[in-house]
């Protein structure tokens, strides 16, 4: 307790708290509760509920102030942030009325004589601070930048104005009190950790279990998730027989069963929480303090889209006290394996609780003039630091952000076996590995390819079992813990490889028709399927309990592994039943599939690996009665624009028929893989990347023509060429809105050239039908052609000048087109009718880009000189501003093709032979990688990790670089496996 000696003189805190939930609430309570016993005024800012605060404090010294000054994340429901609605609402609480909120703000801490503005985590109250020549101190785990950081990515990079506001507010604070499972938070130039602020207990285990005629005998889960699913009816028997459990947040209506209890409002939950054997809920700081401090292990489901959560899952498991539930069986009720699972962990959380005090005393010697800070930085340096999150938008492997010991072992970890590639990668490190001894291949070949020996290294090591207290950093491995249960080692297994992509040239023209040229990157996903009789496969508990519920008959079950969800925040497992994709007695529809995964984001990836199964269900006709078992193991970055999704269906629908005896040819395969991403996921992409990922070859520019997907034949890289990716660090994605309203975009103005075609055909034949020469014959040939367009790249340019870009508008709204010409006839996009489309910019690109994939293509074979790669750069540097008059550019790809435009005009590039000619965006744009072309030499690669480095001092992010080949999945083949059972035993 703090002595009330502690001052001499009252202080006044103002102490802001954040609109998001009650988890932050409470821990304010235990910070005031100190200050107060302190002798001191604390004057809470907030929109939570009074009794939050006076139940456990009361005290004419406590003052509340019922004011909202940002809305936290909204909740689509209650396990689902809604990214669009939060920015919205957080503009309409924040943004717009600013400047009165800091105006009201100053003359009310004015008013009270603050000493010191405490926030958790309010932005505007720190400016608010400064303003009013007050100190000002954040105690948070996590902060709104960093959190809203992935949201613009949905909402468009108009957005990100939101985040630097925010960061500009929190460089105002003095320095940050951090609390444990903390996220990166750059807008803070000095932090001071201190331990969880976790709420007291009134009552012991007993006296509370006495109280509600409980007893010990009884096993309790506590439900704890702040408000429950909407229309979710409890029902007794997702209980195990005998346990009870404790609703929070129950609704007056709502009736229960006899094995579950209704708690007040207004209960105080800590008591409860210690009483309980296990709780049941979402993550939040709140609830993994309280299981944490009180030894009660937590099941829990993912909360999608909202970034602090992989911090606190991690910190959870790290001391062994979190099992993780999914969702679809919270919802139908499957329950039982996962308490009895909690109950028999040992939480191990040994560290202080006593956060609430050891942050008031700081606070208290903070009001009273002590000075924390180290030598203070300048506002711009601080607001440089702030702002790396806009380049950044996401987690990367290895990137030190002050990220707790724990998580980046696990991080690194996960890197290592995912083959998550790094910006520094010798030669050495691409050296082919021993080959495990453990597995006979019985079909195909390694192809010299060391990543697929590390992977099958990968595989014979899933059955060793490691002691977690003695191996911390293996802890995290929770993907690895299920692939160790997925296979049956006494059966074959199957194993395919796909890379990921380059784009070179062509990009977003592909939906339009136009040739690309396309190289597969040494970066590639690796699947591990087995086909295999229900009655043999190994299940994971709760599936063998959703089995048991439906019957004694073992159902076909699919089962999926994927590494690497620590780094998306993404659940890391998926199964279901295969009947799941039956509607009847035919396969279910395309609509309903994609509802079907959309029910929990978490676990959306699945998508992109199940689809594969469905549909060759629905286009071939292939039945599967067998179970499938998948282990996902891709090095392709997510969100860097180099097709991660692509070389994951690729390698799944590879394998798929591989196990199952299918003769899918490689065109055939990425067109099928295309409609699961366009049908399924619901990503409007072209076919490049998949056709690619099947058909290319090491070394060599794949060439085709996107009509729909006519391979013209593979291009030989000339010696003196060579090609890198270097990543922005800014996360793409073709399903975002952007990519969506460009295609769009272009969909629309190949109606409106057809439209118009068709009306200068009508003027020249409105004479009786006659044609008054020959040569008018040719022209109606042409405008006969082009009012039958059917992909915009079939229009050359010089056409497109002559005839339609003047009468093109630059944009159209989406109702206006509608009205005039009913549909843009594209399957896999839908026009919104209040949104303003691009159409001039879209339009033109790919019927210019068309033209200059085709002079790209020829100048590959052209004599070898400084000429044809000036020429092949300046052709690669117009694709990149075309993206950008798209509006597909964005700040850190505009920065890198500038780095590289700065080193080929550089003295020293001019006085020497140059090196680097030219570089462009690629794939979807808005983020993502550049493709860099230049000589293959060594100055050329030294200048690449020169403008790495030059990236990443501007920055903060060091890039990935992308550098190599491997062949596409068509020409690996297949590896037939199996585990020698003789090594096993010995």
């Known amino acids: 307790m703090v002595s009330q000696e502690s001052t001499k003189h009252p202080l006044v805190f103002a102490y802001y708290v954040t609109g998001h939930g009650f988890g932050h609430a409470t821990r304010v309570v235990e910070v005031a509760r100190h200050l107060i016993l302190a002798g001191h005024d604390v004057h809470v800012v907030t929109g939570a509920p009074d009794y939050v605060f006076t139940t456990e404090i009361q005290t004419p010294r406590l003052f ?14 209650a396990l689902t942030v809604d990214r669009l609605a939060s920015l919205e609402k957080y503009s ?3 943004v717009v009325p600013r400047d009165s909120i800091l105006a009201k703000e100053v003359e009310w801490l004015k008013a009270i004589k603050a000493d010191l503005v405490v926030s958790d985590v309010v932005p505007v109250a720190c400016r608010a601070a400064a303003d009013a020549g007050i100190r000002s101190v954040c105690v948070t785990n996590f902060s709104w930048d960093f959190i809203y950081a992935e949201y613009v990515m949905v909402a468009g990079y108009h957005k990100r104005s939101i985040v630097w506001q925010i960061a500009e507010d929190y460089s105002h604070c003095e320095f940050l009190i951090r609390l444990p499972g903390y996220c990166p938070m750059p807008a803070f130039r000095d932090s001071i950790d201190v331990p969880l602020v976790v709420r007291r207990l009134h009552k012991s285990r007993e006296e509370v279990r006495k109280e509600l005629g409980i007893g010990e005998d009884v096993k309790v889960v506590i439900l704890n998730f702040g408000g429950q699913p909407s229309g979710w009816t409890l029902k007794e028997e997702y209980l195990p027989p005998g346990w009870l459990c404790l609703v929070c947040g129950s609704s007056d209506s709502q009736n229960l069963p006899p094995n579950f209890v209704k708690l007040a409002k207004d209960v105080y939950t800590p008591d409860l929480i210690a009483a309980s054997d296990c709780m049941l809920g979402k993550i939040g700081y709140g609830t993994v303090s309280e299981a944490l401090a009180y030894k009660v292990p937590f099941v829990f489901v993912r909360r999608d889209y909202f970034n602090e959560e992989p911090f606190l899952r991690n910190m959870l498991e790290f001391y062994q006290g979190g099992v993780e539930m999914i969702r679809r069986d919270l919802l139908t009720g499957h329950w039982s394996p996962y308490l009895e699972r909690a109950v028999s962990l040992k939480p191990c959380y040994e560290l202080g609780t006593n956060g609430g005090e050891v942050a008031a005393h700081i606070l208290m010697d903070t009001a009273s003039g002590k000075n924390y800070t180290s030598d203070k930085l300048s506002g711009a340096r601080r607001l440089r630091d702030a702002i790396i999150l806009g380049y950044e938008l996401q987690r990367v492997p290895g990137k030190d952000l002050c990220i707790p010991e724990w998580y980046t072992n696990a991080e690194n970890e ?28 019985l079909h195909g070949e390694l192809l010299g390819l060391p990543d697929t020996a590390n992977f099958l290294k990968s595989l014979s090591e899933l059955e060793v079992v490691f002691d977690y207290g003695k191996n911390p950093e293996k802890r995290q491995m929770r993907e690895r813990k299920a692939a160790a249960n997925l296979f049956n080692w006494e059966e074959d297994i199957f194993v395919a490889r796909a890379p990921g992509r380059l784009d070179v040239m062509g990009g977003i023209a592909d939906y339009s028709g136009s040739l690309v040229l396309q190289m597969p990157i040494r970066e590639a996903c690796h699947v591990a399927l087995q086909k295999i009789d229900p009655t043999k496969q190994r299940l994971w508990k709760h599936a063998q309990a959703r089995q048991s519920s439906k019957g004694p008959e073992q159902k076909a079950v699919l089962q999926i592994v994927s590494y690497g969800s620590e780094l998306s925040n993404r659940g890391p497992t998926f199964d279901m039943d295969l009947s799941d994709f039956m509607d009847g007695e035919q396969p279910l529809s395309y609509e309903k599939a994609r509802n079907y995964f959309d029910r929990d984001p978490s676990q959306r990836w699945a998508a992109y690996v199940a689809g594969t199964i469905l549909v060759l269900m629905k286009e071939l006709g292939i039945r599967f009665e067998d179970s ?20 994951v269906e690729v390698a799944t629908m590879s394998a798929i028929a591989a196990a199952h005896g299918l003769n899918i040819s490689p065109r055939e395969l990425a067109l099928l893989c295309q409609m699961v991403e366009n049908r399924i996921v619901g990503a409007p992409c072209g076919v490049m990347d998949q056709m690619t990922s099947a058909c290319g070859e090491a070394n ?6 996107c009509q729909p997907a006519e391979v013209l034949g593979l291009v030989d890289i000339p010696n003196h060429i060579r090609f890198w990716g270097i990543d922005s660090g800014i996360r793409h994605s073709v399903g975002g809105g952007d990519y969506g309203s460009v295609r769009i975009g272009a969909f629309m103005g190949r109606k409106i050239v057809k439209s118009m075609a068709s009306e200068k055909l009508s003027y020249s034949l409105s004479t009786n039908g006659m044609i008054a020469d020959e040569l008018e014959e040719d022209a109606v040939e042409l405008l006969e052609t082009e009012a039958s367009l059917d992909y915009l790249c079939n229009l050359s340019p010089h056409r497109y000048e002559a005839l339609y870009t003047k009468q093109l508008p630059e944009a159209m709204l989406g109702e206006t087109f509608l009205e005039k010409y009913a549909d843009h006839n594209d399957p896999v996009t839908v026009i919104d009718k209040k949104r303003n489309y691009g159409v001039k910019a879209a339009a033109r690109h790919p019927i210019y880009e068309n033209f200059r994939v085709q002079a790209f293509k020829a100048l590959l074979t052209s004599a070898s000189s400084d000429d044809q790669l000036s020429a092949l750069g300046e052709l690669m540097y117009q694709c990149h ?14 920065r890198l093709v500038q780095l590289v435009q700065e080193m080929q005009h550089s003295k020293i590039s001019r006085s020497a032979e140059g090196t680097l000619y030219g570089a462009k965006i690629t794939g979807g744009g808005s983020g993502g990688t550049v493709c860099v072309i230049g000589k293959n030499c060594l100055r050329s690669s030294q200048q690449i990790l ?8 501007a920055t903060g992010y060091l890039p990935i670089l992308f550098e190599g080949s491997s062949p596409g999945a068509g020409k690996f083949g297949h590896l037939k496996i199996r585990r020698r059972l003789q090594s096993k035993q010995d």
């Open 946 to 953: 020169e403008i790495q480095q030059r990236y990443k001092a």
């Open 881 to 894: 501003y075309s993206y950008s008059a798209c509006g597909l550019g964005s700040d850190g790809t505009d």
């Open 700 to 705: 060599k520019l794949l060439a085709m023509v």
């Open 414 to 441: 996960l890197g290592l076996r995912t083959g998550s590639p790094t910006a520094e990668m010798s030669d050495d490190s691409f050296a082919m590995p021993s080959y495990p001894e453990d597995f006979e291949i």
């Open 92 to 94: 309409e609480t924040a």
């Open 64 to 77: 509340i102030r019922k004011v909202l000054l940002d809305c936290g994340a909204i909740q689509a429901d």
């Open 628 to 647: 499938i078992s998948v282990l996902v193991s891709s090095a392709v970055p997510e969100g860097k624009g180099v097709s991660s999704s692509a070389a």
